[in-house]
């Protein structure tokens, strides 16, 4: 496969400072601090605005910071242009505070989207449209329509099952109605790629327990879905930032998969009817992707089994006594848990380079009849309204 191409890419996305730490001597990498890294280690040139500035991850609840308004975004990218620096290739987007936030966001895509008018394929942007996980909503409720009407101007969008939920309107269930959340996507909001990251629904009908799985899809000339699935290994500690590496990876994968079918001159990157679901760029861009990932979580456990060895072996710093000493020695502990478990990304970034072993991650059509329903076109906020039987297909509408 080809090289990653030069590519210039502006990420907007929450940013917190990379500091040392004394007692575990690591690095927090999530957000703009893991994308940008993640994209510059493959070749990729990036400009990176920040939807927050915070101390630390918000996994070790506690932190200092703020919020980037959305005025102060709409700042620093005409400041951007002002240089004529936003010759953008792409534009990857992750979690935006605010509705605000996330409506000038889209105006940033569909302002750099015009200027390329005339070059088809100059323009790309990757929508990772951060809103929930587990059935839980943590941005405000309105930005949820925000984001609803922005899919119509993304290439590629990077929910999790949660969020494929919340924007198709189809509830998850099984692969008949993952397929169908994909549809309505592809077709009631035209957008070309889609990748459902952190899916879990039993392998079948036979009660097995769920596993772990990405679903993707690059939509024929007649929207239909060309599915595609990879399993992922899962680990049994939770890691910060993993979602930003996986679409920083997607990047600069995407890019390369997409030079080598010669597609990036190609409006959206969109590959012909004829080539099948695991042939397309979009499949061999996450095989590559999934492998690097898997590898550098992996050294990740196994540097933090080190870390909780010595943990369980050193002396304790607070021997005073009482309710107070207790909990302070529970979040010490706490917070060394979380420090231990931070991405090592900048110590393996060989193996965002060359990934290893990218035949143990090889992607397996999806095959899934889907009824033969008309699509709900969205209204004017991208918002479907499914009537009162609530069903696209199998799916029924989610309440939120």
Known sequence: MAE????????????????????????SYVGNTMATFVMQALGCEVSAINTVQFSNHTGYKQFKGRKTPAEEVAELYEGLKQSRLNDF???????????????????????????????????????????????????????????????????????NQFEAELLSG????????LAEAIRVLH??????????TSVRLPHDEDGQEPELSIVGSTADSDFNPRLFRLKVPAFPVFFSGTGDMFAALMVARLREACLAADLLSTAH???????????????KAAEKVLASMHLVLKKTMESRQQELEKMESAQEFNTGIGEEADKDNERDKYLRLTKAAEVRVVRNWKDLVYPPD??????????????????????????????TGGEIGQGAVHQT
């Open 269 to 283: 990157w969109q590959s012909p009817d004829e080539v099948a679901a695991t042939e397309l760029p979009l499949a």
């Open 358 to 387: 990218i035949e143990a991650f090889k992607a397996h059509a999806v095959n899934v009849e889907l009824s033969t329903n008309a699509s709900v076109e969205p209204d004017e906020l991208g918002v479907l309204n499914m009537g």
């Open 4 to 27: 990653v191409p030069e590519t210039h890419v502006l990420a907007v996305a929450s940013h917190r400072y990379s500091t040392k730490s004394r007692l575990l001597h690591y690095d």
């Open 170 to 177: 189809v509830t998850i269930t099984d692969f008949k109605s």
């Open 89 to 159: 290739d792409v534009l990857l987007s992750g979690y935006c505070p605010s509705a605000g936030v996330v409506q000038q966001v889209g105006k940033i895509a569909r302002e750099t989207r015009f200027a390329s008018t005339t070059k088809p394929g100059a323009f790309f942007w990757v929508l990772d449209p951060v809103m929930g996980d587990e059935g839980k909503i943590y941005v405000s409720e309105e930005v949820v329509p925000a984001y609803k009407s922005l899919l119509r101007d993304a290439d590629l969008i990077l929910p």
């Open 187 to 196: 077709r009631s909001h035209r957008v070309p790629h889609i990748i459902i």
